[in-house]
Nanobody, 122 residues
Framework: QVQLVESGGGLVQAGGSLRLSCAAS????????MGWFRQAPGKEREFVAR????????YYADSAKGRFTISRDNAKNTVYLQMNSLKPEDTAVYYC???????????????WGQGTQVTVSS
């Protein structure tokens, strides 16, 4: 059972940056593909970015391209999401998740963190 714990959320002004971290409890983390999702109030959970176990492949939602960067450090069992040029519409609870597959569908991710709130003020 992989446990994931997110951190790094907070309140930031539009145009600012935040770096989210997600620490995993198991060494098997290094064999899993990781994703970041977000969910705003009243909206469905949506895909943000994903990264392969080897960091060789990344993929972003259109809303994240050019502003967000996903990365991972398998030695630290941690995945990151660097978010720049934040907008009020980025406000949401951000979740990291792990999957053995290569997918953007949140239902196909097996392990989830508890989420971290990101609030972007205008």
């Amino acid at each position: 059972q992989v446990q994931l714990v997110e951190s790094g959320g907070g309140l930031v002004q539009a145009g600012g940056s935040l770096r989210l971290s997600c620490a995993a409890s198991e060494r098997t983390f290094s064999s899993l593909n990781m994703g970041w999702f977000r969910q705003a109030p009243g909206k469905e959970r949506e895909f943000v970015a994903r990264i392969s176990w080897s960091s060789g492949n990344t993929y972003y939602a259109d809303s994240a391209k050019g502003r967000f960067t996903i990365s991972r450090d398998n030695a630290k069992n941690t995945v990151y999401l660097q978010m720049n040029s934040l907008k009020p519409e980025d406000t949401a609870v951000y979740y990291c998740a792990a999957t053995a597959g290569w997918t953007i569908r949140y239902r196909e991710y097996h392990y989830w963190g508890q989420g971290t709130q990101v609030t972007v003020s205008s």
